[in-house]
Protein backbone atom coordinates (compact mmCIF):
# COMPACT_ATOMS: atom_id res chain seq x y z
CA UNK A 1 0.00 0.00 0.00
CA UNK A 2 1.44 3.36 -1.03
CA UNK A 3 -0.25 6.69 0.83
CA UNK A 4 -0.31 9.97 -0.69
CA UNK A 5 -0.65 13.18 2.69
CA UNK A 6 -1.53 16.31 2.78
CA UNK A 7 -1.93 18.73 5.77
CA UNK A 8 -3.29 21.99 5.34
CA UNK A 9 -3.98 22.64 9.23
CA UNK A 10 -4.14 20.32 12.68
CA UNK A 11 -7.25 19.84 14.75
CA UNK A 12 -5.70 21.65 17.47
CA UNK A 13 -6.56 20.01 21.31
CA UNK A 14 -6.85 16.48 19.23
CA UNK A 15 -6.26 13.34 21.57
CA UNK A 16 -4.48 10.32 20.88
CA UNK A 17 -4.32 7.06 22.43
CA UNK A 18 -0.47 5.46 21.67
CA UNK A 19 -0.83 1.81 22.97
CA UNK A 20 2.11 0.29 24.97
CA UNK A 21 5.39 0.05 23.82
CA UNK A 22 6.71 -2.32 21.80
CA UNK A 23 9.94 -2.36 24.00
CA UNK A 24 8.88 -3.36 27.58
CA UNK A 25 6.16 -5.41 25.69
CA UNK A 26 9.04 -7.69 24.40
CA UNK A 27 11.05 -7.77 27.69
CA UNK A 28 7.84 -8.78 29.51
CA UNK A 29 6.49 -11.39 26.97
CA UNK A 30 9.71 -13.05 27.45
CA UNK A 31 9.53 -12.68 31.15
CA UNK A 32 5.56 -14.16 30.98
CA UNK A 33 7.05 -16.83 28.89
CA UNK A 34 9.19 -18.02 32.22
CA UNK A 35 7.28 -16.29 35.31
CA UNK A 36 3.51 -17.43 33.34
CA UNK A 37 1.40 -15.92 36.59
CA UNK A 38 2.69 -12.56 35.28
CA UNK A 39 -0.40 -9.98 33.51
CA UNK A 40 0.94 -7.42 31.15
CA UNK A 41 -1.67 -4.91 30.99
CA UNK A 42 -1.80 -2.14 27.47
CA UNK A 43 0.54 -4.71 25.52
CA UNK A 44 1.67 -3.00 22.41
CA UNK A 45 -0.30 -4.03 19.66
CA UNK A 46 2.61 -4.14 17.26
CA UNK A 47 3.64 -6.86 14.39
CA UNK A 48 6.76 -7.06 16.48
CA UNK A 49 5.12 -7.84 19.83
CA UNK A 50 2.68 -10.17 17.63
CA UNK A 51 5.59 -12.05 16.34
CA UNK A 52 7.27 -12.12 19.51
CA UNK A 53 4.32 -13.90 21.28
CA UNK A 54 3.45 -16.31 18.83
CA UNK A 55 6.69 -17.65 18.91
CA UNK A 56 7.05 -17.58 23.23
CA UNK A 57 3.59 -19.97 22.09
CA UNK A 58 4.51 -21.86 19.50
CA UNK A 59 5.08 -25.77 19.31
CA UNK A 60 6.59 -25.51 15.81
CA UNK A 61 10.32 -26.47 15.28
CA UNK A 62 11.28 -23.70 12.42
CA UNK A 63 9.74 -20.33 13.79
CA UNK A 64 10.08 -17.17 11.43
CA UNK A 65 10.23 -13.94 13.08
CA UNK A 66 10.38 -12.02 9.61
CA UNK A 67 11.55 -8.42 10.07
CA UNK A 68 11.16 -8.68 14.01
CA UNK A 69 15.09 -8.08 15.13
CA UNK A 70 14.20 -8.20 18.89
CA UNK A 71 12.18 -11.06 18.69
CA UNK A 72 15.30 -12.69 17.28
CA UNK A 73 17.70 -11.79 19.89
CA UNK A 74 15.29 -11.97 22.47
CA UNK A 75 14.55 -15.75 21.35
CA UNK A 76 17.75 -17.09 20.74
CA UNK A 77 18.28 -16.81 24.13
CA UNK A 78 15.52 -17.89 25.66
CA UNK A 79 15.29 -21.44 23.63
CA UNK A 80 18.96 -21.83 24.42
CA UNK A 81 18.00 -21.77 27.63
CA UNK A 82 15.14 -24.09 27.51
CA UNK A 83 16.20 -27.49 28.03
CA UNK A 84 15.02 -30.37 25.55
CA UNK A 85 13.35 -27.91 22.58
CA UNK A 86 15.00 -27.61 18.85
CA UNK A 87 14.12 -24.87 17.21
CA UNK A 88 15.25 -23.28 13.93
CA UNK A 89 14.86 -19.25 13.95
CA UNK A 90 15.03 -17.75 10.68
CA UNK A 91 13.25 -14.71 9.24
CA UNK A 92 13.09 -12.10 5.84
CA UNK A 93 15.82 -11.28 3.42
CA UNK A 94 16.92 -8.27 5.65
CA UNK A 95 17.35 -10.04 9.08
CA UNK A 96 19.87 -12.91 7.58
CA UNK A 97 21.67 -9.83 7.18
CA UNK A 98 21.24 -8.39 10.78
CA UNK A 99 24.75 -9.94 12.67
CA UNK A 100 24.04 -12.01 15.57
CA UNK A 101 27.28 -14.00 16.47
CA UNK A 102 28.26 -11.52 19.54
CA UNK A 103 24.97 -12.88 21.00
CA UNK A 104 25.51 -16.69 20.34
CA UNK A 105 29.55 -16.44 21.34
CA UNK A 106 28.42 -14.85 24.77
CA UNK A 107 25.47 -17.69 24.47
CA UNK A 108 28.37 -20.27 24.03
CA UNK A 109 30.37 -19.38 26.70
CA UNK A 110 27.36 -19.85 28.98
CA UNK A 111 27.49 -23.26 27.44
CA UNK A 112 24.43 -22.97 24.95
CA UNK A 113 24.41 -25.22 21.71
CA UNK A 114 23.99 -23.06 18.42
CA UNK A 115 24.72 -23.14 14.85
CA UNK A 116 24.43 -20.96 11.88
CA UNK A 117 22.78 -23.06 8.80
CA UNK A 118 23.68 -20.79 6.17
CA UNK A 119 25.86 -17.76 6.39
CA UNK A 120 28.67 -17.65 9.91
CA UNK A 121 27.28 -15.13 11.82
CA UNK A 122 24.10 -14.56 10.60
CA UNK A 123 20.55 -16.09 11.08
CA UNK A 124 19.03 -18.63 10.53
CA UNK A 125 20.30 -20.54 13.22
CA UNK A 126 19.66 -24.18 14.85
CA UNK A 127 19.16 -23.88 18.44
CA UNK A 128 19.35 -27.14 21.03
CA UNK A 129 17.86 -26.10 24.36
CA UNK A 130 19.84 -26.69 27.53
CA UNK A 131 20.55 -26.37 30.97
CA UNK A 132 23.06 -22.88 31.23
CA UNK A 133 25.06 -24.16 34.65
CA UNK A 134 27.70 -20.96 33.65
CA UNK A 135 27.20 -17.95 35.51
CA UNK A 136 30.15 -15.52 33.96
CA UNK A 137 29.77 -13.76 30.36
CA UNK A 138 31.53 -10.49 28.56
CA UNK A 139 31.20 -8.78 25.73
CA UNK A 140 31.23 -5.76 23.84
CA UNK A 141 28.83 -2.93 25.95
CA UNK A 142 29.01 -0.27 22.17
CA UNK A 143 26.48 -3.42 19.87
CA UNK A 144 22.85 -3.52 19.96
CA UNK A 145 21.39 -3.43 23.80
CA UNK A 146 19.22 -5.71 22.71
CA UNK A 147 22.35 -8.57 22.68
CA UNK A 148 22.39 -7.77 26.69
CA UNK A 149 19.20 -7.59 27.23
CA UNK A 150 18.28 -11.17 26.09
CA UNK A 151 20.57 -12.65 27.98
CA UNK A 152 20.03 -10.06 31.22
CA UNK A 153 15.92 -11.40 30.43
CA UNK A 154 16.84 -15.16 30.90
CA UNK A 155 19.36 -14.89 33.63
CA UNK A 156 17.13 -15.37 36.83
CA UNK A 157 16.03 -18.93 35.27
CA UNK A 158 19.33 -19.87 35.04
CA UNK A 159 20.45 -22.29 37.64
CA UNK A 160 23.48 -19.65 39.26
CA UNK A 161 22.35 -16.06 37.72
CA UNK A 162 24.57 -14.25 35.83
CA UNK A 163 27.59 -12.10 36.23
CA UNK A 164 27.65 -9.73 33.04
CA UNK A 165 31.00 -7.71 32.24
CA UNK A 166 30.62 -4.97 29.58
CA UNK A 167 33.68 -4.23 27.41
CA UNK A 168 33.91 -0.39 26.55
CA UNK A 169 31.82 2.15 26.14
CA UNK A 170 27.45 1.28 26.67
CA UNK A 171 25.45 1.85 23.84
CA UNK A 172 21.83 2.64 24.41
CA UNK A 173 22.05 2.49 28.34
CA UNK A 174 18.45 3.02 29.02
CA UNK A 175 17.13 0.15 27.36
CA UNK A 176 19.46 -2.18 29.77
CA UNK A 177 18.10 -0.19 32.72
CA UNK A 178 14.72 -0.51 31.82
CA UNK A 179 15.82 -4.56 31.80
CA UNK A 180 17.09 -4.26 35.07
CA UNK A 181 14.04 -2.73 36.46
CA UNK A 182 11.57 -4.41 34.96
CA UNK A 183 13.06 -7.52 36.19
CA UNK A 184 13.01 -5.50 39.36
CA UNK A 185 9.16 -5.18 39.18
CA UNK A 186 8.94 -9.03 39.49
CA UNK A 187 11.03 -9.41 42.55
CA UNK A 188 14.55 -10.35 40.82
CA UNK A 189 17.41 -9.19 42.70
CA UNK A 190 19.58 -7.31 40.25
CA UNK A 191 22.86 -4.62 40.45
CA UNK A 192 25.20 -2.79 38.41
CA UNK A 193 28.20 -1.36 39.22
CA UNK A 194 30.79 0.16 36.94
CA UNK A 195 30.55 -2.14 33.63
CA UNK A 196 29.35 -5.34 35.95
CA UNK A 197 25.88 -6.28 36.12
CA UNK A 198 24.47 -9.13 38.13
CA UNK A 199 21.70 -10.83 38.19
CA UNK A 200 20.39 -13.76 40.71
CA UNK A 201 18.59 -16.71 40.19
CA UNK A 202 14.77 -16.91 40.89
CA UNK A 203 13.85 -20.36 39.53
CA UNK A 204 10.43 -19.87 41.39
CA UNK A 205 7.77 -17.93 40.06
CA UNK A 206 7.32 -14.77 41.68
CA UNK A 207 4.28 -14.28 43.19
CA UNK A 208 1.56 -13.27 40.92
CA UNK A 209 2.34 -10.05 39.51
CA UNK A 210 0.02 -7.42 37.02
CA UNK A 211 2.25 -4.71 35.01
CA UNK A 212 0.90 -1.93 33.32
CA UNK A 213 2.56 -1.38 30.00
CA UNK A 214 3.79 3.08 29.23
CA UNK A 215 2.25 4.17 25.77
CA UNK A 216 5.24 4.09 23.36
CA UNK A 217 7.76 7.38 23.46
CA UNK A 218 8.93 6.19 20.10
CA UNK A 219 6.11 6.31 18.90
CA UNK A 220 5.30 9.87 20.47
CA UNK A 221 8.27 11.00 18.31
CA UNK A 222 6.03 11.43 15.08
CA UNK A 223 4.15 13.84 16.99
CA UNK A 224 6.66 16.01 18.52
CA UNK A 225 7.96 15.98 14.69
CA UNK A 226 3.89 17.32 13.65
CA UNK A 227 3.73 19.90 15.92
CA UNK A 228 7.51 21.06 15.56
CA UNK A 229 6.42 21.78 11.81
CA UNK A 230 2.66 23.13 12.67
CA UNK A 231 1.59 26.79 13.17
CA UNK A 232 2.52 28.29 16.57
CA UNK A 233 -0.61 27.21 19.17
CA UNK A 234 -1.03 24.20 17.90
CA UNK A 235 -1.41 21.33 20.75
CA UNK A 236 -2.30 17.48 20.63
CA UNK A 237 -2.66 15.45 24.12
CA UNK A 238 -1.18 12.22 24.07
CA UNK A 239 -1.85 8.93 26.29
CA UNK A 240 -0.73 7.42 28.44
CA UNK A 241 3.10 8.59 29.35
CA UNK A 242 4.75 9.65 32.75
CA UNK A 243 7.66 11.79 33.23
CA UNK A 244 9.96 9.41 35.29
CA UNK A 245 9.66 6.65 31.92
CA UNK A 246 11.71 3.48 32.03
CA UNK A 247 12.32 4.59 28.23
CA UNK A 248 15.06 6.58 27.22
CA UNK A 249 12.92 8.02 24.32
CA UNK A 250 11.42 10.28 27.14
CA UNK A 251 14.10 12.82 26.51
CA UNK A 252 12.14 14.09 23.54
CA UNK A 253 10.89 16.46 25.78
CA UNK A 254 13.66 17.74 26.25
CA UNK A 255 15.53 17.17 22.90
CA UNK A 256 11.93 19.05 21.22
CA UNK A 257 11.94 21.96 23.01
CA UNK A 258 14.82 23.02 20.88
CA UNK A 259 12.34 23.32 18.16
CA UNK A 260 9.98 24.90 19.74
CA UNK A 261 7.64 22.35 21.41
CA UNK A 262 6.88 22.08 24.83
CA UNK A 263 5.85 18.80 27.01
CA UNK A 264 3.24 19.61 29.50
CA UNK A 265 3.00 16.31 31.87
CA UNK A 266 -0.45 15.59 33.28
CA UNK A 267 -1.37 12.34 35.44
CA UNK A 268 -0.27 9.77 32.71
CA UNK A 269 -0.93 12.00 29.67
CA UNK A 270 1.24 14.66 28.26
CA UNK A 271 0.18 17.58 25.83
CA UNK A 272 2.63 18.95 23.33
CA UNK A 273 2.31 22.75 22.45
CA UNK A 274 3.93 24.48 19.59
CA UNK A 275 5.39 27.69 21.18
CA UNK A 276 8.12 28.69 18.30
CA UNK A 277 10.38 29.74 21.25
CA UNK A 278 13.14 28.46 19.84
CA UNK A 279 16.39 30.19 18.43
CA UNK A 280 18.55 27.36 17.77
CA UNK A 281 19.55 27.21 13.85
CA UNK A 282 21.57 23.87 14.41
CA UNK A 283 20.38 21.21 16.17
CA UNK A 284 23.76 19.22 17.52
CA UNK A 285 23.01 15.92 19.53
CA UNK A 286 24.33 13.08 20.62
CA UNK A 287 21.93 10.03 20.37
CA UNK A 288 23.92 6.92 21.80
CA UNK A 289 21.50 6.34 24.20
CA UNK A 290 18.41 6.83 21.93
CA UNK A 291 19.18 6.10 17.92
CA UNK A 292 15.71 5.07 17.11
CA UNK A 293 14.94 8.36 17.44
CA UNK A 294 17.74 10.15 15.17
CA UNK A 295 15.09 9.16 11.59
CA UNK A 296 12.60 11.78 13.29
CA UNK A 297 14.68 14.49 14.40
CA UNK A 298 16.40 14.91 10.72
CA UNK A 299 13.01 15.02 9.11
CA UNK A 300 12.12 17.52 11.57
CA UNK A 301 15.67 19.92 11.34
CA UNK A 302 14.97 19.34 7.38
CA UNK A 303 11.45 20.91 7.79
CA UNK A 304 12.56 23.80 9.63
CA UNK A 305 15.19 24.66 7.67
CA UNK A 306 17.86 23.97 10.88
CA UNK A 307 21.12 22.34 10.68
CA UNK A 308 21.19 19.37 12.31
CA UNK A 309 24.37 17.14 13.63
CA UNK A 310 23.79 13.91 15.03
CA UNK A 311 26.27 11.32 15.98
CA UNK A 312 26.30 8.32 18.24
CA UNK A 313 23.86 6.16 15.43
CA UNK A 314 26.51 3.35 14.76
CA UNK A 315 23.45 1.06 15.58
CA UNK A 316 21.40 2.38 13.00
CA UNK A 317 23.37 0.26 9.84
CA UNK A 318 22.42 -2.90 11.24
CA UNK A 319 18.58 -1.90 11.69
CA UNK A 320 15.58 -3.16 9.57
CA UNK A 321 17.61 -1.07 6.82
CA UNK A 322 21.09 0.61 7.03
CA UNK A 323 19.25 4.07 8.23
CA UNK A 324 21.59 6.34 7.71
CA UNK A 325 21.64 5.75 3.80
CA UNK A 326 18.53 5.41 3.75
CA UNK A 327 18.16 8.98 5.37
CA UNK A 328 20.79 10.22 2.91
CA UNK A 329 19.16 8.94 -0.16
CA UNK A 330 15.70 10.04 0.68
CA UNK A 331 16.51 13.39 1.90
CA UNK A 332 18.59 14.09 -0.99
CA UNK A 333 15.37 13.31 -3.18
CA UNK A 334 14.01 16.22 -1.62
CA UNK A 335 17.34 18.41 -1.98
CA UNK A 336 18.71 18.07 1.35
CA UNK A 337 22.74 18.40 1.20
CA UNK A 338 23.05 15.37 4.00
CA UNK A 339 26.54 14.09 4.38
CA UNK A 340 27.24 10.60 6.81
CA UNK A 341 29.98 8.77 8.36
CA UNK A 342 29.22 5.05 9.63
CA UNK A 343 28.01 7.09 13.07
CA UNK A 344 26.88 10.35 12.13
CA UNK A 345 24.69 12.63 9.95
CA UNK A 346 25.09 15.88 9.00
CA UNK A 347 22.23 18.06 7.72
CA UNK A 348 22.53 21.61 6.14
CA UNK A 349 19.62 24.11 6.38
CA UNK A 350 17.40 23.13 3.85
CA UNK A 351 15.91 26.45 1.50
CA UNK A 352 12.92 25.07 0.20
CA UNK A 353 10.96 21.82 0.69
CA UNK A 354 9.13 20.29 -2.61
CA UNK A 355 6.00 19.04 -2.63
CA UNK A 356 4.72 15.64 -4.25
CA UNK A 357 7.90 13.75 -3.60
CA UNK A 358 7.84 9.84 -3.58
CA UNK A 359 9.77 8.62 -0.03
CA UNK A 360 10.98 4.56 -0.23
CA UNK A 361 10.73 3.22 2.86
CA UNK A 362 12.62 -0.23 2.98
CA UNK A 363 10.63 -2.27 4.42
CA UNK A 364 11.70 0.42 7.88
CA UNK A 365 8.53 1.32 9.76
CA UNK A 366 10.43 4.39 11.12
CA UNK A 367 11.37 5.82 7.32
CA UNK A 368 7.47 5.58 6.73
CA UNK A 369 6.56 7.38 9.95
CA UNK A 370 9.53 9.67 10.40
CA UNK A 371 8.91 11.51 6.37
CA UNK A 372 4.90 12.11 7.05
CA UNK A 373 4.65 15.33 8.94
CA UNK A 374 6.53 16.87 6.48
CA UNK A 375 2.53 16.73 4.76
CA UNK A 376 2.21 19.58 6.39
CA UNK A 377 4.93 21.45 4.14
CA UNK A 378 3.23 19.86 1.40
CA UNK A 379 1.96 16.96 -0.28
CA UNK A 380 3.96 13.50 -0.20
CA UNK A 381 4.46 10.20 -1.12
CA UNK A 382 4.83 7.19 1.22
CA UNK A 383 5.53 4.11 -0.83
CA UNK A 384 4.67 1.13 0.86
CA UNK A 385 3.15 2.24 3.97
CA UNK A 386 1.54 -0.42 5.57
CA UNK A 387 5.06 -1.25 7.15
CA UNK A 388 3.91 0.94 9.99
CA UNK A 389 2.37 -1.92 11.53
CA UNK A 390 5.93 -3.53 12.34
CA UNK A 391 5.66 -1.01 15.72
CA UNK A 392 2.82 0.91 15.32
CA UNK A 393 -0.50 -0.43 13.14
CA UNK A 394 -2.57 2.46 13.88
CA UNK A 395 -0.18 5.21 12.61
CA UNK A 396 -2.30 6.09 9.79
CA UNK A 397 -5.63 6.11 11.58
CA UNK A 398 -4.21 8.38 14.26
CA UNK A 399 -2.99 10.81 11.42
CA UNK A 400 -6.66 11.40 10.30
CA UNK A 401 -7.58 12.26 13.52
CA UNK A 402 -5.47 15.17 13.28
CA UNK A 403 -6.53 16.44 9.85
CA UNK A 404 -4.20 14.43 7.51
CA UNK A 405 -5.80 13.93 4.00
CA UNK A 406 -5.04 10.18 3.46
CA UNK A 407 -5.47 8.98 0.03
CA UNK A 408 -4.38 4.92 -0.15
CA UNK A 409 -3.40 2.88 -4.09
Given at each position: ??????????????????????????????????????????????????????????????????????????????????E??????????????????????????????????????????????????????????????Q????????????????E?????????????????????????????????????????????????V??DW??????Y??????????????????????????????????????????????????????????????????P???????????????????????????????????????L??????????????????????????????????????????????????????????????????????????????
Open positions: MNVRLSANDLKSKSKINITGSKSETNRLLLLKAIYPNITIVNASNSDDSEVMNSALTSTNQIIDVHHAGTAMRFLTAYFASQNKTVTLTGSSRMKERPIKILVDALKQLGANIEYLENDGFPPIKIIGKKLLLSKVSLPANVSSYLSALLLIAPSLQNGLLELIGEITSSPYIRMTLKLLGKIGVETSMVGKIISVKPSIQSPTPKTIVESSSASYFSIIALSKAGTQIELTSFNKTSLQGDVILATIYEQMGVETLFDEGKITLLNTKKFENRAIVLDLNDTDIAQTIAVTAFGLGIECKLTGLHTLKIKETDRLEALQKESKMGALILITNDSLYLAPSRSIPSGESIATYNDHRMAMAFAPLALKGTINIENADVVSKSYPNFWKDLELLGFEILTS
